[in-house]
């Protein structure tokens, strides 16, 4: 995984597409005005439209994101 820029760590986005489950199975978010391909890394995770999730990291040109519940 790659990391993003430090300002861009544990910013917000909503899921649009269904993400998950498992680490392969990829949906898409919108982030910061623009529509992004996004995976969870957590099995059995599975994040539903609407649903707010946190950006975590980056994978090339895909965002690695996590539920905000799970963090809080």
Do not use: H, Y
């Amino acid at each position: 995984m790659i990391n993003l820029p430090i300002d861009q760590l544990g910013i917000q986005g909503t899921v649009e597409k269904v993400i998950g489950p498992g680490p392969l199975r990829r949906g898409q978010i919108r982030f910061q005005g623009g529509w992004w391909t996004a995976q969870c890394e957590r099995p059995n995770v599975v994040l539903e439209p609407g649903q707010f999730c946190r950006v975590i990291g980056r994978d090339r040109i895909t965002l690695v994101v996590e539920p905000c519940s799970s963090l809080t």
